[in-house]
Nanobody
Framework: VQLQASGGGLVQAGGSLRLSCAAS????????MGWFRQAPGKEREFVVF????????YYADSVKGRFTISRDNDKNTVYLQMNSLKAEDTAIYYC?????????????????WGQGTLVTVSS
């Protein structure tokens, strides 16, 4: 599986961005996907999980109610709609895929990673 993340950019606090993660492969729906982010000087942290087969989602508390993940299995693409952005959301955002059938929120549970897309929120 190859992943390509896009959609990052510079936005003012309170604004919105939509990230996309396009995946290669014909078994897209058999995987689960996650978004992680890494701010300068910090460890990579979990943002959101989605199971592609049934749409089950799980969000980190820090983004719950502001971020929404969705998927289009026909396009092999996952989207992350980010609203009400804050300065502390500034980070490189990575999409990742896992073949694990269960909820996965740590980096070592994911086998495939995209290259990352930078989100900068100015205050």
């Amino acid at each position: 599986v190859q992943l390509q993340a896009s959609g990052g950019g510079l936005v003012q606090a309170g604004g919105s961005l939509r990230l996309s993660c396009a995946a290669s492969g014909r078994t897209f729906s058999s995987y689960a996907m996650g978004w992680f982010r890494q701010a300068p000087g910090k460890e990579r942290e979990f943002v959101v999980f989605i199971r592609l087969s049934n749409g089950y989602t799980y969000y980190a508390d820090s983004v719950k109610g502001r971020f929404t993940i969705s998927r289009d299995n026909d396009k092999n693409t996952v989207y992350l709609q980010m609203n009400s952005l804050k300065a502390e959301d500034t980070a490189i955002y990575y999409c990742a895929a896992t073949s694990n059938p269960y909820l996965s929120i740590t980096t070592d549970e994911y086998q495939y990673w995209g290259q990352g897309t930078l989100v900068t929120v100015s205050s």
